[in-house]
């Protein structure tokens, strides 16, 4: 059984850079990647990883968001610099075993409790 426990959460300013974390407890052999939902909106993926360690990321974040993990510590990261009032959500980590790299909630079998990030303008 995996868990997932995210940190990091929090208020900033547009512009400013947050870091979330994700501790993941029982995993083995899963991918992990990060989501996010808004209030009124369908979660979507943000940023995930693949069995080769190669990345994926979401349109809306690229250039700004940047997806790392410690393998030694098992801990997935998420460095989200510039910061858009639009980037506010409840940012969420979750885990894989068939789908690695998948940005599709629908692919994800394990997931965090979740940790808010607020933007404001």
């Known amino acids: 059984q995996v868990q997932l426990v995210e940190s990091g959460g929090g208020s900033v300013q547009a512009g400013g850079s947050l870091r979330l974390s994700c501790a993941a407890i029982?995993?083995?052999?899963?991918?992990l990647g990060w989501f996010r939902q808004a209030p009124g909106k369908e979660r979507e993926g943000v940023a995930a990883?693949?069995?080769?360690?190669?990345?994926s990321y979401a349109e809306s974040v690229k250039g700004r968001f940047t997806i790392s993990q410690d393998n030694a510590k098992r801990t997935l990261y998420l460095q989200m610099d510039s910061l858009k009032p639009e980037d506010t959500a409840t940012y969420y980590c979750?885990?894989?075993?068939?789908?690695?790299?998948?940005?599709?909630?629908?692919?994800?079998?394990?997931w965090g409790q979740g940790t808010q990030v607020t933007v404001s303008p």
């Open positions: 990883f693949d069995r080769g360690g190669r990345t």
């Open positions: 979750a885990a894989t075993r068939w789908y690695c790299g998948g940005l599709f909630p629908s692919q994800y079998s394990y």
């Open positions: 029982g995993y083995s052999t899963e991918c």
